[in-house]
Each structure stands twice: as structure tokens, then as C-alpha cells.
T-cell receptor, first 110, second 116 residues
Framework: GQQLNQSPQSMFIQEGEDVSMNCTSS?????WLWYKQDPGEGPVLLIA?????ELTSNGRLTAQFGITRKDSFLNISASIPSDVGIYFC??????????FGAGTRLTVKP | ETGVTQTPRHLVMGMTNKKSLKCEQH?????MYWYKQSAKKPLELMFV???????ENNSVPSRFSPECPNSSHLFLHLHTLQPEDSALYLC???????????????FGEGSRLTVL
């Protein structure tokens, strides 16, 4: 089935630094979603992308839907301690099944 | 607060126990989902209900039994589980599927299950 490969698996950065993570697939997706999961909580939707080439921002977060429709990236600018968590990419396998990457675990040192 | 509430947040059970997880959504959505989250693995889809009808059973063992009495409530009944079933069980809802996508999922906070 369609697998989503996220990288890096984990990141340790200093507060104030910019962060970049990406997600790739061997198959084409028509939607890319980015979620964040705080410790002890469920994933929360950050950004949704619906069109190849689309670049969307949500505050300090920016995500892009790759032109090939097989990848997406998420950037976080000027990181702060509350950015800590696990970031997941997701894309629909079919109309019932949203597939998720294994996540990028972000640690921000003050 | 995402509009999806799960109870209990934590559950410890023995392998011979019967317990249930509950999920309620206040978003007016038509589709509800159970996902399993194990450490360092992608979320695994277990079950999908659209308009109370089960539309996906992702080869889940019969010791997990879902129930969806209406579009706002979803249960996961647990019976004779194994220690490897210990995980975070996440409920989600969405507006409902389009032709090619389940739509944006909204998750509850999860029920952390430990099977002894």
C-alpha cells in the first residue's frame, strides 16, 4: 500500500532556529495534511494542502504540496519551546483510509 | 478542545477482562474512525463508520469489536486482549468522505491502554 516516509525521525534544535521536515511517497497523493501531536494528546491538524505546488502558511508554519504530488514539506520559523511534539504528515489512501507517516519528533532547547 | 472526546483517558486491564472505550464528537460530522498508535510506528487505521455504517475493517482481530449507535458516538469493545495490544487508541471524526479522501480528520486525546 501507500507508505509515507518522513524525515528526519527526530530533531534537536535551539530556540529561535528554523526547522524543516519532509514527507515522501512512492505514490501520488491528491491531498497532504500536516498534524502535530503534543505529549499525552491526540494529533491536531496544522495545515491542509489540496493542490500540487500549493504553498500555505499558518503563523510561523509553512507547508508545500510538491509539484510531483509525491512529497510535501513543513517549515517552522523561529522555533519556540511550545513547538515541541511529534509532527505527522498524512495523505488519503482511499476515501476511507488516511495514511500517516511515522512522525518527526521535535525537541526545542531554550 | 477539538470537539472529539474520548473516555477513559487511561485504562489498565487484564487479558481476561472486558472493557470498552468511548468516543463522542460534537462537530456534526458523519464519519468516525478508530486508530491505533504504537510507539515509533505510523497510526494504524482500525475501523471506519460512515453514517453509522461500518465501511472499513482493516483486518483487525475479533477481540476488538466496534459499535456505532449514531453518528456522534463510537465505542470500541475490548475482550481477551494481549499485552501487545497495549497502545494509544485514537478516535477521530470527519465531515465525511469525498470520492477520493476521508476528509480532514479531527482527533480525540486518546485512550492509553495497558494490557497486563
Amino acid at each position: 500500500g501507500q507508505q509515507l516516509n518522513q524525515s528526519p525521525q527526530s530533531m534537536f534544535i535551539q530556540e529561535g532556529e528554523d526547522v524543516s521536515m519532509n514527507c515522501t511517497s512512492s505514490s501520488i497523493f491528491n491531498t497532504w495534511l500536516w498534524y502535530k501531536q503534543d505529549p499525552g494528546e491526540g494529533p491536531v491538524l496544522l495545515i491542509a494542502l489540496y493542490k500540487a505546488g500549493e504553498l500555505t502558511s499558518n503563523g510561523r508554519l509553512t507547508a508545500q504540496f510538491g509539484i510531483t504530488r509525491k512529497d510535501s514539506f513543513l517549515n517552522i520559523s523561529a522555533s519556540i519551546p511550545s513547538d515541541v511534539g511529534i509532527y505527522f504528515c498524512a495523505g488519503p489512501y482511499n476515501n476511507n483510509d488516511m495514511r500517516f507517516g511515522a512522525g518527526t519528533r521535535l525537541t526545542v532547547k531554550p | 478542545e477539538t470537539g472529539v472526546t474520548q473516555t477513559p483517558r487511561h485504562l489498565v486491564m487484564g487479558m481476561t477482562n472486558k472493557k470498552s472505550l468511548k468516543c463522542e464528537q460534537h462537530l456534526g460530522h458523519n464519519a468516525m474512525y478508530w486508530y491505533k498508535q504504537s510507539a515509533k510506528k505510523p497510526l494504524e487505521l482500525m475501523f471506519v463508520y460512515n453514517f453509522k455504517e461500518q465501511t472499513e475493517n482493516n483486518s483487525v482481530p475479533s477481540r476488538f469489536s466496534p459499535e456505532c449507535p449514531n453518528s456522534s458516538h463510537l465505542f470500541l469493545h475490548l475482550h481477551t486482549l494481549q499485552p501487545e495490544d497495549s497502545a494509544l487508541y485514537l478516535c477521530a471524526s470527519s465531515q465525511g468522505p469525498s470520492a477520493m479522501s476521508p476528509g480532514e480528520l479531527f482527533f480525540g486525546e486518546g485512550s492509553r491502554l495497558t494490557v497486563l
